[in-house]
């Protein structure tokens, strides 16, 4: 199968965890719902229409952290809205804790994005409008409030592989697939998992959600239940997952 390789990059991103409450905490990373709507809005698509085009039957993602992570508290003033004439903040601000998502080491956070699609005339969509820096809407981390950019890498051709044995991970996984108690620790490795959403339908309704994880390091170890994705590009072997 055909695959586009591009980053993800910005100076910093806010991933809203779907089980936060009014302090608003953030995933390491952006989750499949994220990356499919930052694609979907540079194909200039509105929201909600975008759901079973980019759904997990039709369109493939990877992500892989680039970038060490680090995360920080901060509160921000919004407006305080309780119904519709509190637009013109009349009632003034309240404050609320927001947690950004930050680079541990660098200057900027790097997501890896691995995509895929059935549809050849949205996956050629995509990788024209990445290569040209040409966007209906632009890329963001998150929020609209932290713009990023997205930076081809390459195109590759990937390959399914299967493997009752241990294999070297690249991407964020989903535990259902892999097998129980098959990762590999030492210690060097750090290890976080995520709840995260995996798909949306109409009315931005939850389909499917499923725990993911990553090692910081990406020297992840494991045994896969489900074929992975051998490629290769720019003098790099990587395994992935899809989300």
Not at 6 to 18: A, E, P, S, T, Y
Not at 38 to 47: K, P, V
Not at 56 to 65: E, H, I
Not at 221 to 230: E, L
């Amino acid at each position: 199968m055909k695959i586009l390789i591009f980053d993800l990059v910005g100076k910093m991103g806010h991933f809203r965890k779907i089980d936060t409450n009014s302090s608003s905490l953030s995933y390491s990373f952006p989750p499949r719902t994220t990356i499919a709507g930052i694609l979907a809005g540079i194909l200039g698509m509105e929201r909600d229409s975008y759901y079973d085009l980019f759904s997990p039957q039709q369109c493939q993602l990877a992500v892989s952290v680039r970038t060490r992570v680090r995360k920080m508290m901060q509160t921000v003033n919004y407006m305080f809205v309780k119904g519709k004439g509190d637009f013109n903040n009349s009632k003034g601000h309240t404050q609320i804790p927001l947690e950004f998502v930050l680079p541990k080491e660098e200057d900027h956070l790097r997501y890896r994005i691995y995509f895929s699609h059935s549809d050849r005339s949205v996956y050629e969509r995509v990788r024209e409008r990445i290569q040209a820096n040409r966007y209906i809407y632009p890329p963001y981390l998150g929020i609209s409030e932290l713009l990023g950019q997205l930076e081809w890498v390459a195109e590759a051709e990937g390959i399914l592989m299967e493997s009752h044995d241990l294999v070297p991970i690249h991407s964020v996984v989903r535990v259902s697939d892999l097998r129980e108690r098959s990762i590999q620790f030492s210690k060097e490795t750090r290890f976080l998992k995520e709840f995260m959403t995996r798909q949306f339908i109409n009315g931005r309704m939850i389909q499917a959600t499923d725990y993911y994880v990553f090692e910081q390091s990406r020297q992840m170890v494991a045994i896969p239940t489900v074929p992975y994705v051998a490629v290769a590009y720019g003098g790099e072997k990587e395994n992935i997952l899809w989300m």
